[in-house]
C-alpha cells in the first residue's frame, strides 16, 4: 500500500492535514505523534537552512513543535497547515539568529556595484566569472566563502534569500511565512543577492578601477 507524503501539496494532502488537525484540538495525543513524525523531518531541514547548524536546528524542532501543541486550538484553517508550521519555523529560527552575537557589522552597500555619471563601473568592477561559476562553487573553499557571506547578511535578509534561493518558496509564501509585503520580499532579496555577488566578485577576482 503507498501512503501519501502529507509534505507534499494537493486536495488529499490538505484533506490529511485538516483531518490531523482536528484530531490533535479534539485531544488525540496519537495524531499529534503522527503528525511530528511526518513533518519534523521537514521543519528540521528548513531550520538548518536558516540557522546553519543542526544543533541549533533540532533546538528549533522542539520549540517548532511545542508551539503546535500549545498553539493548534488558534489555527482556523486560513492558510494551509504547511504554511502556518512554516511560518512557526521561520520565527524560531529568526528569534535565534537574532540573539547571535553579531561580529562587526558589514555595511550592505559596500558591496553594491557603484557606477560613475556615464554608466561605467566606478569601483569594483564586475568580471564575467559566470560562465565559470558552477565549477568554481563545486570547490568546498567556494562554498565555504558563500556560507560565510550569507552569514554576514541580517537575519530577515538570510530568511528571504534562504527561503528563496535554498527553499525555492515563492515571493507571496516568504512573505506570509516572514510577515512582509512581496514588494518588500523583492527588495530584500535582491539586495541580499547584490551583497553576496560583490562578496563572490571579491573572493574570486575583479578588475583593477
Not at 65 to 79: C, D, N, P, S, W
Not at 100 to 115: G, I, L
Not at 172 to 179: N, P, V
Amino acid at each position: 500500500m503507498v501512503h501519501e507524503d502529507p509534505t507534499r501539496s494537493g486536495p488529499h494532502v490538505e484533506d490529511a492535514e485538516q483531518e490531523f488537525v482536528r484530531r490533535i484540538q479534539a485531544g488525540d495525543v496519537t495524531a499529534f505523534d503522527a503528525l511530528f513524525r511526518q513533518y519534523c523531518g521537514k521543519v528540521f531541514h528548513q531550520a538548518t537552512r536558516l540557522v546553519g547548524n543542526a544543533a541549533e536546528a533540532e533546538e528549533v524542532v522542539q520549540e517548532v513543535f511545542l508551539a503546535v501543541y500549545e498553539k493548534i486550538h488558534t489555527f482556523r484553517g486560513e492558510a494551509a497547515f504547511t504554511t502556518w508550521l512554516f511560518r512557526l519555523t521561520a520565527n524560531a529560527a529568526l528569534s535565534r539568529l537574532r540573539r547571535r552575537k553579531r561580529s562587526k557589522e558589514v555595511p550592505m552597500e559596500e558591496y553594491f556595484p557603484q557606477f560613475r555619471p556615464d554608466g561605467h563601473h566606478l569601483i569594483r568592477p564586475v568580471v564575467d566569472w559566470s560562465a565559470n561559476l558552477e565549477a568554481r562553487l563545486a570547490d568546498a573553499q567556494l562554498q565555504q566563502l558563500l556560507r560565510q557571506a550569507i552569514e554576514l547578511l541580517q537575519p530577515l535578509d538570510k530568511a528571504v534569500l534562504v527561503l528563496s534561493d535554498f527553499e525555492d518558496l515563492s515571493n507571496k509564501e516568504i512573505g506570509e511565512a516572514l510577515g512582509l509585503t512581496v514588494l518588500a520580499v523583492k527588495a530584500r532579496l535582491h539586495r541580499a543577492r547584490l551583497f553576496l555577488r560583490g562578496q563572490l566578485a571579491v573572493a574570486l577576482g575583479h578588475s583593477p578601477t
